[in-house]
């Protein structure tokens, strides 16, 4: 395990509570001010690597909380760069204490509070390897967001839906 290979690496266990809830738990973990988050199925680019370095040397201002950082899927074997897929501008890089992830499980974002900014590069994400394991985690999603609402009382109606449609 790379982590390991790093002594000042600190591990936490906890029951699951929700993809927000766990990642709002694990940036009160963190040890420095400023954080990246990335998810597991997520690479940067080298050019975000690069970017990331440049900014923690010279960062000159201090009202700054935050960075967008643009995701490029790949997906099936391709990278996506049309159909409002790319680039897609999401807060990645935050400042400890004035961000926090919202939205709806598992549909999670950064909020910050104050300033932000972009950054050049991207986070690349290896969506999903084939249909198969598209379908699955679609139906995943699904019901995770089917119980989320649920414990909102949000109830979904067909009827509702179709309306949109036609």
Request: net charge positive.
């Amino acid at each position: 395990m790379i982590s390991k290979s790093f002594s000042s690496v600190r591990f936490y266990k906890q029951r699951f509570k929700g993809h927000i809830e766990q990642k709002n738990d694990a940036i009160a973990l963190c040890k420095y001010d400023w954080i990246l988050s990335l998810d597991a199925d997520e690479r940067i680019s080298t050019e975000l690597k690069n970017s990331i370095l440049s900014f923690k040397q010279k960062q000159d201002d201090e009202t700054l909380n935050g960075l967008q950082v643009s995701r490029l899927t790949y997906h099936m074997g391709k990278f996506i760069r049309h159909s409002g897929w790319y680039p897609q501008y999401r807060y990645r890089i935050f400042k400890k204490g004035n961000a926090i992830w919202v939205g709806e499980n598992p549909h999670d974002y950064i909020s910050i509070q104050g300033k932000g900014s972009k950054i050049c590069g991207d986070i690349i994400h290896y969506s999903f390897r084939d249909l198969s394991h598209q379908v699955n985690t679609i139906n995943q999603f699904s019901s995770i967001v089917a119980f989320t609402r649920q414990k909102k009382e949000k109830i979904f109606y067909f009827e509702n839906y179709l309306q949109t449609v036609f």
